[in-house]
């Protein structure tokens, strides 16, 4: 049995599609298990640039099945036209499958997201309007609809109308919007089932033999554990849990069967919409990191707040993930700033000195973090492809951040090439 987890630890954004594409090319299985088309994995082929939303960043290189599992939320539309984008440019989709238990993402999903984050103003969570959060609400209230439902006429149209009750009186009665026409989404998601139903597959049965018979698979975790809606900076979080345990249950397997949690992280930190940031940069050099690392939503196109790394956060997601192999994406753009800051502790707003991550977000913005310095270094890393190449206070830099966490940097990404990365140890 060889199972490999990739998830974020951070705020999203690290790189993880990278990784997983890598790792891809020796695996069976390729497994998203959380999230919808909220995400956004950036993988690099050449000249050619992949922004995969739904289908999993294994897409373009795993010989064997690339699995949407019961933990994510889909929007049949954006999957037909991801899948439809992929293959007009010579790739093959045919090893793609979703799971029948995975919940579908409706038009009144999307208004809902919508229209709740207009009536915030200047308090919004910052989602990017997807419908995710709505969708998971009506999955754990037990009203969604699901992918197998898509395939079974008579329970997609009860189902459509007796949410539509309800949706289309807080529309027209709350928002002062226009109701959704039941017929017509009935008819409109039932040809939506009919062009995926070959796609739509009880995929829990056949990962848990794959995992008997002692198969390579990567799952394929989205968003990062600090937005994690148990242990991130809530309410500034995904509905889902981004986690290793997140696995268990957003794709049917136990816990038992997990073997390698791999844990990506940038060397510096970024986060996209609002909630507590202790490290951010809102300054030149944090501009500077900006353009330098092209840090601008794969999903949304919006500007990324940057940061210093924060090893407080990162020591609490590497906690929760139970990390035992450290990925470092982009150490490449610290190149030429002197020094560079690490933060190692926190200062609270009563003059308390922490070196733990905090579950009140309210007290998160008021408090200061404590820098170590490190000295940077002026050599273009990009080319380096064994840890040897790199400069001294490279090393310098991953050293300290695997003495703080106490675990062991596998891999550093030093540009955005599926080649550009220094592997320290095999783990297929």
Not at 36 to 60: C, M, Q, R, W
Not at 125 to 153: F, H, Q, S, W
Not at 375 to 387: L, Q
């Amino acid at each position: 049995m060889s199972t490999y987890v990739v998830v974020g630890l951070q705020y999203g954004d690290e790189g993880k599609g990278k990784i997983t594409d890598v790792l891809s090319a020796k695996s069976d299985y390729v497994v998203r298990f959380q999230g919808g088309d909220n995400a956004g994995h950036t993988v690099y082929v050449g000249d050619e640039k992949f922004v995969l939303h739904l289908l999993p960043s294994g897409v373009l290189q795993c010989k064997g099945k690339c699995i949407i599992a019961n933990g994510v939320v889909v929007n049949p539309k954006s999957l037909i036209k991801e899948i439809e984008q992929i293959e007009s440019k010579g790739m093959k989709t045919d090893h793609v499958f979703v799971s029948r238990r995975a919940h579908v993402i409706m038009p009144y999903h999307i208004l809902l997201d919508t229209y709740r984050e207009e009536e915030k103003g200047g308090t919004q969570i910052g989602t990017t309007k997807k419908g995710i959060g709505p969708c998971y609400e009506d999955k754990i209230a037990r009203v969604g609809i699901r992918m197998i439902d898509l395939l079974n006429p008579e329970v997609l149209r009860e189902k459509i109308e007796k949410n539509l009750k309800l949706k289309n009186a807080l529309f027209e009665k709350y928002y002062e919007k226009p109701a959704l026409d039941a017929e017509e989404m009935y008819q409109e998601f039932l040809a939506l089932g009919e062009l995926l139903k070959d796609r739509i597959v009880d995929t829990e049965l056949e990962l848990n033999q794959a995992v008997h018979d002692g198969r390579n698979i990567l799952f394929e975790g989205a968003q990062a554990l600090m937005l994690d809606i148990d242990f991130g900076t809530y309410p500034y979080v995904t509905s889902s849990s981004p986690s290793t345990g997140g696995v268990c249950t957003g794709a049917g397997v136990p816990p038992t069967s997990l073997q390698n949690l791999i844990g990506v992280a940038k060397a510096y930190c970024t986060r996209v919409g609002h909630g507590p940031f202790p490290t951010e940069l809102d300054n030149e050099l944090g501009e500077q990191i900006r353009k330098v690392g092209h840090e601008y939503g794969a999903t949304t196109g919006r500007p990324r707040r940057t940061g210093w790394m924060d090893l407080v956060s990162l020591r609490h997601a590497c906690m929760i993930n139970g990390i035992n192999n450290l990925v470092i994406t982009k150490l490449d753009v610290l190149t030429g700033i002197h020094p560079l800051k690490v933060a190692t502790k926190y200062k609270t707003e009563d003059g308390k000195i922490i070196d733990y991550f905090t579950s009140s977000t309210t007290k998160l913005y008021d408090y200061e973090p404590i820098y170590e310095e490190l000295e940077g270094w002026d050599e273009d890393i990009s080319h380096a492809r064994s840890y040897d190449e790199l400069p001294a206070n490279a090393k310098k830099y991953i050293e300290f951040l695997e003495n703080y966490l106490g675990i062991s940097v596998y891999l550093v990404s030093v540009g955005p090439e599926r080649s550009q990365n220094i592997i320290r140890k095999e783990l297929f």
